[in-house]
Nanobody, 122 residues
Framework: QVQLVESGGGLVQAGGSLRLSCVAS????????MGWYRQAPGSQRELVAY???????TYADSVKGRFTISRDNAQNTVHLQMNSLKPEDTAVYYC????????????????WGQGTRVTVSS
């Protein structure tokens, strides 16, 4: 089992910044991919920023230039630095990852965190 715990959400005024963190724990041999999604009220969950299995980074067009994803592989952690926040960034932010959970490298597991709420006031 792999557990993901997010932190760092909250209420901020438009133009402000927040930094989200996600720590993965459990039987993790390696991380294949890891990053952030969000879901606004009445909307589908969407990708925000993600480290892909090939090691590259993908950002949603709506956050490019404002959000930065980073990771600490030794700590199984990813961060999302969110600057110049807008009211439309208001959502629950979810951490997601794909983890190798056995020594052979053949078994992987996809996991989601419980989410952390970000509210941006205008």
């Amino acid at each position: 089992q792999v557990q993901l715990v997010e932190s760092g959400g909250g209420l901020v005024q438009a133009g402000g910044s927040l930094r989200l963190s996600c720590v993965a724990s459990g039987s993790i041999f390696s991380i294949r991919a890891m990053g952030w999604y969000r879901q606004a009220p009445g909307s589908q969950r969407e990708l925000v920023a993600y480290f892909t299995s090939g090691g590259s980074v993908t950002y949603a067009d709506s956050v490019k230039g404002r959000f930065t994803i980073s990771r600490d592989n030794a700590q199984n952690t990813v961060h999302l630095q969110m600057n110049s926040l807008k009211p439309e960034d208001t959502a629950v932010y979810y951490c997601n990852g794909n983890f190798v959970v056995d020594y052979s490298g053949d078994v992987s597991k996809d996991s989601w965190g419980q989410g952390t709420r970000v509210t941006v006031s205008s």
